[in-house]
């Protein structure tokens, strides 16, 4: 579990279809392939970390942007082969788990990664180091909902009818906010299905990324969505009239993660690449372009900053452990209704 203090204290066939043009000796040429997300994230990456930190010791970043699924397919489907397509992945906790069970990733140490002591103890992984952290909040239009919802089940309240609007790439967490509302908990999702089929006959809408569902809530054509505390900091600094409510079922943490796989063919820059992720400048600036918590002791942020990204201590006591387990055992499942059933 990541520790209430630490939350707080923080803030003081698919491998192929997505393949990168990367030369065999790219190991050779100080390539670093990273797999990650596009957006904010990539771009972020590219200016706090890989132009900075990497190019100046001789280091070429290429990144090879997919969503989260295409490249845990691509992670498990190239495990065996001698030489893999990525040097680094980046990976939520859940989905890291699901990759590391197969045993696709490099052990961290502090060999590898000179940083690894600066990382809060219980954000630490066997494989993976942590980047950044947020909770899942409930985030609303303040210039249409003046009596904000306290709970996940008050988005099913027939009034905001039309005006809830989920990402798709982020059907995990949707699926988990609506269990939570329909009784159920982080390890048990099956009321979700009626929820999610309940929400659908309220019209709720479904976009295909992030920035759509900003360009919605700017817009106005939606007013309310269950989201990253973090997104909901980044994008009310862009000019969106948000605020957020901890729901009373509990927030539940995500850490975004990284690995090396074991079939990497630029391990060394691979490391070298994660040790850069947890540079304490380049934290404190994740946390003020992007509003994620830093994850190492030295990454020290602004008093004001901190209020806007952490946890007060009441909803600190509201946080959720995932069952990385579970969701694990139950995410073909998962995807499958989101798919067929709900989006049909």
């Not at 929820?195 to 007013?223: F, G, H, I, Q, T």
């Amino acid at each position: 579990m990541i520790s209430r203090r630490r939350f707080l204290s923080a803030g003081a066939g698919a491998a192929a279809a997505l393949a990168v043009n990367v030369p065999a000796s790219h190991a050779e040429t100080g390539q670093v392939v990273v797999g990650t997300w596009g957006g904010d994230y990539g771009q972020l990456l590219s200016d706090l970390i890989d132009k900075p930190l990497l190019a100046p010791k001789g280091v070429e970043v290429l990144q090879d942007v997919a969503n989260a699924d295409p490249r845990k397919t691509k992670l498990l489907a190239e495990r065996q082969s001698r030489r893999g397509s990525m040097d680094v992945a980046c990976l939520s906790d859940s989905d890291h788990y699901i990759v590391a069970a197969t045993e696709a990733f490099e052990p961290v140490d502090a060999a590898k990664v000179s940083r690894l002591d600066k990382v809060f103890p219980e954000l630490r992984t066997a494989t993976a180091i942590p980047h950044i952290y947020s909770a899942q909040v409930i985030l609303y239009n303040t210039n249409q909902v003046k009596a904000p919802p306290t709970a996940f089940a008050d988005l099913w309240d027939p009034k905001w009818r039309g005006k809830v609007g989920l990402v798709d790439i982020l059907y995990p967490n949707n699926t988990l906010a609506a269990a939570l509302a329909g009784g159920g908990s982080v390890s048990n999702f099956d009321p979700a299905e009626q929820k999610l089929m309940e929400l659908r006959s309220l019209d709720a809408k479904v976009y295909p990324s992030n920035e759509a569902l900003a360009a919605a809530l700017k817009s106005e054509e939606v007013w309310l969505t269950t989201m990253w505390l973090a997104r909901g900091f980044m994008w009310k600094k862009s000019g969106i009239p948000l605020s957020h409510v901890v729901p009373k079922e509990g927030a539940v943490a995500i850490v975004f993660e990284a690995s090396v796989p074991r079939n990497a063919r630029n391990k060394d820059g691979g490391f070298t690449y994660l040790d850069a992720m947890l540079d304490a400048k380049a934290q404190v600036a994740f946390a003020d372009k992007m509003g994620y918590v830093p994850t190492v002791t030295d990454a020290v942020l602004p008093e004001e900053l901190a209020k806007q990204v952490s946890l007060g201590e009441a909803d600190r006591a509201k946080l959720l452990k995932p069952d990385y387990a579970y969701q694990a055992q139950r995410s073909q499942r998962t995807l499958d209704f989101w798919n067929k059933q709900f989006k049909a």
